[in-house]
């Protein structure tokens, strides 16, 4: 069970909150985005009137439309994640001692599903606005489709596990909520955490970021370049994730945290709603940044994703040499730390000192809330629910930073001291 960093008091009523209050969050978010202008005081408005019967009334109801476009997204992704080639790739090993095998091929997987959704828009077989138009349908359905699909995960945990890496707490909320496997698969070559997280969640956020381009221009006989903005610094993120999607294998989404409402639920619905917000509001809020700004912007957006990439390798390289690599034109600097497995084995891990990985224990977190805030900016200040994405995903990152390094302090005991002594700040060097 994944190791809580606050009281269990805090914990399980902030567990309880965004099992109850996420789901119409969603739902808020949309409406707000799409029939009030993106203005908060004016849904506020409306629910002073009307109350708890407003959010019935404005709760759009799944359609068959919205159930035939997420089955033929995610069964055309399940289909490319088990058919395309790939190279193997190793996990790291797990707390019981597993290393799960998984086939890389989530770059093909990317531009054959960003050059077939194109292709069929091209064609005039499939108009991508029609997803926008039926945007609340699906989030609906996402909503309760997703909420079936962690209960049948966690009946899983309990009759089918597919490793050791699996078992319950004993407390039914926390077992949904964090789930009960680790690597759930279905057969031995289906990844049901990389489906959800990088080819069903990660893909979804390009594809509706195609999506939005694509509506504005029908809309309004061209596409603003706030929003192209918007659109290519998104694409190149997606791109840089799906470029190094091995190395998101070796990260606390999958390597530490189980597959439950907290992470499933999350990728199959808040990255398809939240993480595209900034251009979803944009669709209906033109703004022209004149060529200038929006060069600016532009290039400050794609330098931050190439840090955030830049981190991510470094440490990837440092890995896979076992530390017999280059970093910024040097031997690194590192701490050798050993660990005991659940299964009472002793192993070491090599932990990276210097380059970015020196500045602060988290600092890839930098770039990566810098990258949303550049994509999110093309927007302007007009609304502050457009922000909301970039809110979310510092908290996110904050906390994440405080679970990772609780974790490590308790799996590397004195050497995680000696690497905090080394490396003082969790996230921004000098400050925090």
Not at 39 to 46: A, H, I, L
Request: glycine fraction near 8%.
């Amino acid at each position: 069970m994944a190791e809580t960093v606050h009281s269990p008091i805090v914990t399980y009523a902030s567990m309880l909150s965004l099992l109850a209050f996420c789901p119409p969050f969603v739902i808020l978010l949309w409406y707000t985005m799409v029939h009030q202008d993106g203005s908060v005081t004016k849904t506020f408005g409306y629910f002073w009137e009307s109350g708890v019967q407003g959010l019935i009334d404005i709760w759009p109801r799944p359609t068959m439309i919205a159930w035939k476009i997420i089955f033929c997204y995610g069964a055309f992704e399940a289909a490319l994640q088990l058919l395309l080639p790939g190279r193997r790739v190793e996990g790291p090993i797990s707390p019981a001692g597993n290393r799960p095998v998984y086939k890389a091929n989530g770059l093909a997987a990317y531009f054959v599903t960003l050059a077939t959704y194109l292709g069929l828009w091209w064609f005039g077989i499939f108009n991508p606005a029609i997803v926008y138009d039926h945007l609340g349908e699906i989030f609906s359905a996402l909503i309760f489709g997703s909420l079936i699909f962690c209960v049948l995960l966690y009946i899983k945990g309990h009759v089918a596990p597919s490793s050791s890496d699996s078992g319950s707490c004993g407390n039914l909320i926390i077992d949904f909520y964090w789930g009960m496997e680790l690597y759930p698969r279905i057969g031995k070559n289906f990844d049901i955490k990389v489906f959800t997280n990088c080819r069903f969640g990660m893909m979804s956020w390009a594809v509706l970021a195609v999506t939005y381009c694509i509506k504005q221009y029908e809309i309004n006989g061209k596409v603003s370049d706030s929003m192209l903005v918007n659109t290519i610094l998104m694409l190149v993120y997606v791109t840089k994730f799906f470029w190094w999607e091995a190395g998101y294998w070796n990260t606390m989404d999958i390597a530490h945290d189980r597959a439950g409402f907290y992470i499933c639920w999350g990728c199959l619905v808040w990255v398809p709603s939240v993480y595209t917000s900034p251009g979803m509001y944009l669709v209906n809020h033109p703004v022209e940044l004149g060529i200038q700004l929006a060069i600016y912007i532009l290039v400050a957006g794609i330098l931050c994703i190439y840090i955030n990439y830049d981190c991510d390798r470094q440490r990837q390289e440092f890995r896979r040499t076992n530390g017999k690599c280059s970093v910024w034109g040097r031997a690194p600097s590192k701490i050798v730390a050993s660990y005991t497995t659940t299964s009472g084995e002793t192993k070491t891990s090599l932990l990276l000192t210097s380059g970015w990985w020196g500045l602060a224990r988290h600092f890839h977190y930098v770039p990566e809330i810098l990258s949303a805030f550049f994509w999110t900016v093309p927007a302007l200040f007009d609304n502050f629910l457009a922000y909301f994405y970039v809110i979310f995903l510092t908290i996110l990152l904050f906390d994440r930073a405080k679970r990772d390094d609780d974790r490590c302090r308790s799996k590397y005991g004195k050497y995680w001291k000696l690497y905090c002594e080394k490396v003082k700040y969790r996230i921004i060097p000098g400050i925090y």
